[in-house]
């Protein structure tokens, strides 16, 4: 079945970075989009990156643009969020995610707080 575990999520101070991982299985990673959401307290989920095959166009949110960069090795089956320059409304839960087949799949998520 498809599985999304995602990691690397932590504390981090105002202006630093974290890189996000998500490995994938049950599915042909490669022929799929893959997305990162992220979900504040008392927030709706929304969009942070999207990327479909290598060579395709990524898609961030319109507050991630410039700090954020998602990244994807279908060798490994993983989708990687590099996030620079986190400000504290950047904390959230952060989600992997895929559709397939009309069915959406989420991972468990990965906590990342920003804070001083």
């Known amino acids: 079945q498809v599985q999304l575990v995602e990691s690397g999520g932590g504390l981090v101070q105002p202006g630093g970075s974290l890189r996000l991982s998500c490995a994938a299985s049950g599915f042909i990673f490669s022929t799929y989009a893959m997305s990162w959401y992220r979900q504040a307290p008392g927030k709706e989920r929304e969009l942070v990156a999207s990327?479909?095959?290598?060579?395709?166009?990524?898609k961030y949110g319109d507050s991630m643009k410039g700090r954020f960069t998602i990244s994807r090795d279908n060798a490994k089956n993983t989708v990687f969020l590099q996030m620079n320059s986190l400000k504290p409304e950047d904390t959230a839960v952060y989600y992997c995610?895929?559709?397939?087949?009309?069915?959406?799949?989420w991972g468990q998520g990965t906590q990342v707080t920003v804070s001083s």
């Open positions: 995610y895929v559709r397939r087949m009309g069915r959406e799949y």
């Open positions: 990327i479909g095959n290598p060579g395709s166009i990524a």
